[in-house]
């Protein structure tokens, strides 16, 4: 069974950074897709960044800037970088993979609370 386990999240003042981790169970080569995802309190979900298995990514434009997602595959384990975080920012933030192309999520982690004040 696939895992996907998320670290890293935590409580930041505003223009602080944190770095989150997605560990896999299997070599993240296996995904053509990882991504990460955040959903706040009474908001939908929303797709922050994606890294592709040739290592093309796209950010959403709010993040766009200051956000850089990367991959190891050595490590089995995709990166989240936050830089310049604001209060907006703050969500419940989760890695997702998929297997194929175009990219269907089927592997989602269990979320890291990233919490930013003003």
């Known amino acids: 069974q696939v895992q996907l386990v998320e670290s890293g999240g935590g409580s930041v003042a505003a223009g602080g950074s944190l770095r989150l981790s997605c560990a896999a169970s299997r070599n993240t080569l296996s995904y053509i897709c990882m991504a990460w995802f955040r959903q706040a309190p009474g908001k939908e979900r929303e797709r922050v960044a994606t890294i592709y298995d040739g290592g093309t990514t796209y950010y959403a434009d709010s993040v766009k800037g200051r956000f850089t997602i990367s991959r190891d595959n050595r490590e089995y384990t995709v990166y989240l970088q936050m830089n310049g975080l604001k209060p907006e920012d703050t969500a419940m933030y989760y890695c997702?993979?998929?297997?194929?192309?175009?990219?269907?999520?089927?592997?989602w982690g269990q979320g890291t609370q990233v919490t930013v004040s003003s």
């Open positions: 997702a993979a998929s297997e194929a192309f175009p990219c269907v999520y089927r592997y």
